[in-house]
Protein backbone atom coordinates (compact mmCIF):
# COMPACT_ATOMS: atom_id res chain seq x y z
CA UNK A 1 0.00 0.00 0.00
CA UNK A 2 1.04 3.31 -0.85
CA UNK A 3 2.39 5.46 2.27
CA UNK A 4 -0.33 8.66 1.47
CA UNK A 5 -3.56 7.37 -0.62
CA UNK A 6 -5.86 9.74 -2.03
CA UNK A 7 -9.36 8.26 -3.08
CA UNK A 8 -11.04 9.09 -5.74
CA UNK A 9 -7.90 8.96 -8.42
CA UNK A 10 -10.92 11.11 -11.07
CA UNK A 11 -13.61 12.62 -10.82
CA UNK A 12 -15.94 14.48 -13.18
CA UNK A 13 -18.65 16.16 -10.95
CA UNK A 14 -21.27 18.83 -12.04
CA UNK A 15 -21.15 22.21 -11.11
CA UNK A 16 -22.96 22.80 -7.58
CA UNK A 17 -22.64 20.25 -5.84
CA UNK A 18 -20.32 19.27 -3.04
CA UNK A 19 -17.65 16.94 -3.19
CA UNK A 20 -14.85 15.54 -0.98
CA UNK A 21 -11.78 14.51 -1.59
CA UNK A 22 -9.95 12.40 0.42
CA UNK A 23 -6.60 11.21 1.90
CA UNK A 24 -4.71 8.87 4.20
CA UNK A 25 -1.05 8.27 5.50
CA UNK A 26 0.46 5.41 6.80
CA UNK A 27 3.70 7.65 7.50
CA UNK A 28 2.91 8.79 10.99
CA UNK A 29 3.35 12.27 9.74
CA UNK A 30 1.78 15.20 11.69
CA UNK A 31 1.86 17.56 8.79
CA UNK A 32 -0.67 17.04 6.02
CA UNK A 33 -0.88 19.66 3.11
CA UNK A 34 -3.56 20.24 0.01
CA UNK A 35 -2.49 21.40 -2.82
CA UNK A 36 -3.94 21.90 -6.80
CA UNK A 37 -2.05 22.28 -9.54
CA UNK A 38 -3.38 23.91 -12.95
CA UNK A 39 -1.81 23.50 -16.10
CA UNK A 40 1.17 26.12 -16.53
CA UNK A 41 1.17 27.13 -12.68
CA UNK A 42 2.92 25.38 -10.21
CA UNK A 43 1.02 23.34 -6.93
CA UNK A 44 -0.62 26.25 -4.47
CA UNK A 45 -1.63 25.47 -1.06
CA UNK A 46 -5.39 25.05 -0.19
CA UNK A 47 -4.96 24.05 3.57
CA UNK A 48 -2.63 22.80 5.63
CA UNK A 49 -2.67 20.74 9.03
CA UNK A 50 -0.37 20.42 11.84
CA UNK A 51 -2.94 18.22 14.15
CA UNK A 52 -6.16 17.16 14.55
CA UNK A 53 -6.95 20.50 16.38
CA UNK A 54 -4.67 22.36 13.99
CA UNK A 55 -6.05 23.55 10.73
CA UNK A 56 -4.39 26.93 9.17
CA UNK A 57 -5.57 28.06 5.35
CA UNK A 58 -2.90 28.01 2.44
CA UNK A 59 -3.24 30.83 -0.61
CA UNK A 60 -6.26 29.57 -2.39
CA UNK A 61 -8.92 28.22 0.42
CA UNK A 62 -11.57 30.33 -0.73
CA UNK A 63 -14.27 27.67 -2.08
CA UNK A 64 -12.63 24.88 0.38
CA UNK A 65 -13.13 23.42 3.95
CA UNK A 66 -10.79 20.35 5.27
CA UNK A 67 -11.36 18.29 7.60
CA UNK A 68 -8.68 16.40 9.92
CA UNK A 69 -10.28 13.37 11.05
CA UNK A 70 -7.06 11.73 12.92
CA UNK A 71 -3.70 11.62 12.37
CA UNK A 72 -3.64 9.38 9.37
CA UNK A 73 -6.94 11.08 7.82
CA UNK A 74 -7.29 14.82 6.03
CA UNK A 75 -10.13 15.48 3.62
CA UNK A 76 -10.74 18.71 1.27
CA UNK A 77 -14.25 19.57 0.40
CA UNK A 78 -15.67 21.39 -2.07
CA UNK A 79 -19.31 22.95 -0.74
CA UNK A 80 -20.58 23.79 -4.19
CA UNK A 81 -18.04 22.75 -6.93
CA UNK A 82 -17.63 25.39 -10.02
CA UNK A 83 -16.01 24.57 -13.50
CA UNK A 84 -12.67 26.94 -12.28
CA UNK A 85 -11.78 24.39 -9.32
CA UNK A 86 -10.99 21.69 -11.95
CA UNK A 87 -7.59 20.64 -11.27
CA UNK A 88 -5.26 18.05 -10.04
CA UNK A 89 -4.95 17.95 -6.23
CA UNK A 90 -2.88 16.32 -4.33
CA UNK A 91 -2.37 15.95 -0.45
CA UNK A 92 1.07 15.64 1.29
CA UNK A 93 2.32 15.06 4.24
CA UNK A 94 5.33 15.86 6.41
CA UNK A 95 7.44 14.83 9.27
CA UNK A 96 8.15 18.69 10.54
CA UNK A 97 9.56 21.64 8.89
CA UNK A 98 12.33 21.03 7.19
CA UNK A 99 12.03 17.43 6.44
CA UNK A 100 11.13 16.03 3.33
CA UNK A 101 7.74 15.78 1.81
CA UNK A 102 5.86 12.62 0.76
CA UNK A 103 3.26 13.24 -1.80
CA UNK A 104 -0.29 11.47 -3.11
CA UNK A 105 -0.75 9.87 -6.07
CA UNK A 106 -3.11 13.26 -7.09
CA UNK A 107 -6.85 13.17 -7.59
CA UNK A 108 -8.05 14.36 -11.14
CA UNK A 109 -11.00 16.65 -10.74
CA UNK A 110 -13.38 17.52 -13.45
CA UNK A 111 -16.26 20.04 -12.91
CA UNK A 112 -18.56 20.00 -15.59
CA UNK B 1 6.88 35.20 0.52
CA UNK B 2 9.12 33.50 -1.31
CA UNK B 3 9.09 33.90 -5.11
CA UNK B 4 10.71 30.24 -7.08
CA UNK B 5 11.56 30.80 -10.86
CA UNK B 6 12.91 27.55 -12.93
CA UNK B 7 14.40 27.50 -16.30
CA UNK B 8 13.62 26.60 -18.53
CA UNK B 9 10.87 25.65 -19.00
CA UNK B 10 10.65 23.06 -21.81
CA UNK B 11 13.82 21.39 -22.57
CA UNK B 12 13.84 18.37 -25.45
CA UNK B 13 17.56 16.41 -25.41
CA UNK B 14 18.95 13.57 -26.92
CA UNK B 15 19.75 10.16 -25.21
CA UNK B 16 23.32 10.35 -23.75
CA UNK B 17 23.31 14.30 -23.28
CA UNK B 18 24.04 16.08 -19.86
CA UNK B 19 20.74 17.74 -18.64
CA UNK B 20 20.78 21.07 -16.60
CA UNK B 21 17.59 22.65 -15.09
CA UNK B 22 18.09 25.82 -12.84
CA UNK B 23 16.07 27.01 -9.83
CA UNK B 24 16.59 30.31 -7.91
CA UNK B 25 14.18 31.84 -5.18
CA UNK B 26 13.97 34.88 -3.26
CA UNK B 27 14.04 34.27 0.27
CA UNK B 28 16.67 32.31 2.05
CA UNK B 29 15.71 29.22 2.85
CA UNK B 30 16.27 26.08 5.65
CA UNK B 31 16.32 23.55 2.36
CA UNK B 32 14.98 23.33 -1.13
CA UNK B 33 13.44 20.38 -2.42
CA UNK B 34 13.44 19.01 -6.08
CA UNK B 35 10.74 16.68 -7.32
CA UNK B 36 9.62 14.62 -10.59
CA UNK B 37 6.49 14.22 -12.08
CA UNK B 38 5.90 11.77 -14.11
CA UNK B 39 3.03 11.80 -17.31
CA UNK B 40 0.81 9.56 -14.89
CA UNK B 41 1.05 12.62 -12.40
CA UNK B 42 2.28 10.98 -8.95
CA UNK B 43 5.25 13.24 -7.49
CA UNK B 44 8.27 12.16 -6.24
CA UNK B 45 10.75 13.53 -3.51
CA UNK B 46 14.45 13.61 -5.31
CA UNK B 47 16.54 15.82 -3.03
CA UNK B 48 16.21 18.22 -0.20
CA UNK B 49 19.15 19.48 0.15
CA UNK B 50 20.34 22.61 2.03
CA UNK B 51 24.14 23.22 1.33
CA UNK B 52 26.31 21.83 -1.15
CA UNK B 53 25.83 18.48 -3.59
CA UNK B 54 23.83 15.32 -3.35
CA UNK B 55 23.75 13.06 -5.99
CA UNK B 56 21.52 9.84 -6.48
CA UNK B 57 22.32 7.64 -9.38
CA UNK B 58 22.40 9.77 -12.41
CA UNK B 59 20.98 12.68 -10.57
CA UNK B 60 22.66 15.29 -8.93
CA UNK B 61 21.52 18.49 -7.33
CA UNK B 62 23.38 21.23 -6.26
CA UNK B 63 22.62 24.48 -4.19
CA UNK B 64 24.43 28.04 -3.91
CA UNK B 65 22.77 29.44 -0.38
CA UNK B 66 24.47 33.02 -0.75
CA UNK B 67 23.12 33.29 -4.48
CA UNK B 68 19.87 31.30 -3.84
CA UNK B 69 20.21 29.27 -6.86
CA UNK B 70 19.50 25.51 -6.95
CA UNK B 71 20.47 22.99 -10.33
CA UNK B 72 19.70 20.01 -11.50
CA UNK B 73 21.62 17.63 -13.45
CA UNK B 74 20.67 14.28 -15.19
CA UNK B 75 24.43 12.31 -16.10
CA UNK B 76 23.85 10.44 -19.50
CA UNK B 77 19.77 11.17 -20.05
CA UNK B 78 17.79 8.18 -20.86
CA UNK B 79 14.37 8.49 -22.22
CA UNK B 80 12.57 7.34 -18.97
CA UNK B 81 14.22 10.54 -17.16
CA UNK B 82 11.43 12.57 -19.22
CA UNK B 83 9.23 14.35 -16.82
CA UNK B 84 8.34 17.62 -15.22
CA UNK B 85 10.90 18.32 -12.54
CA UNK B 86 9.85 20.72 -9.97
CA UNK B 87 11.86 22.85 -7.27
CA UNK B 88 10.03 23.65 -4.50
CA UNK B 89 11.47 25.93 -1.37
CA UNK B 90 9.53 26.90 2.43
CA UNK B 91 7.06 29.92 1.47
CA UNK B 92 8.19 31.47 4.47
CA UNK B 93 6.92 35.01 5.73
CA UNK B 94 5.16 32.47 8.40
CA UNK B 95 3.54 30.13 6.56
CA UNK B 96 4.03 26.45 6.50
CA UNK B 97 4.30 24.34 3.08
CA UNK B 98 5.94 24.92 -0.05
CA UNK B 99 6.04 27.23 -2.81
CA UNK B 100 6.48 25.56 -6.14
CA UNK B 101 7.98 26.50 -9.63
CA UNK B 102 6.23 25.48 -12.47
CA UNK B 103 8.31 23.05 -13.15
CA UNK B 104 10.47 21.78 -16.24
CA UNK B 105 9.00 19.46 -19.39
CA UNK B 106 11.75 17.64 -20.25
CA UNK B 107 11.56 15.06 -22.83
CA UNK B 108 14.80 12.85 -23.96
CA UNK B 109 14.33 11.79 -27.35
CA UNK B 110 16.19 7.98 -27.84
Known amino acids: DADVTQTPRNRITKTGKRIMLECSQT?????MYWYRQDPGLGLRLIYY???????NKGEISDGYSVSRQAQAKFSLSLESAIPNQTALYFC???????????FGSGTRLTVV | KNEVEQSPQNLTAQEGEFITINCSYSVGISALHWLQQHPGGGIVSLFM???GKKKHGRLIATINIQEKHSSLHITASHPRDSAVYIC????????????FGKGTHLIIQP
Open chain 2, 88 to 99: AAPSGGGADGLT
Open chain 1, 92 to 102: ATSEDRGFGYT
Open chain 1, 49 to 55: SFDVKDI
Open chain 2, 49 to 51: LSS
Open chain 1, 27 to 31: KGHDR
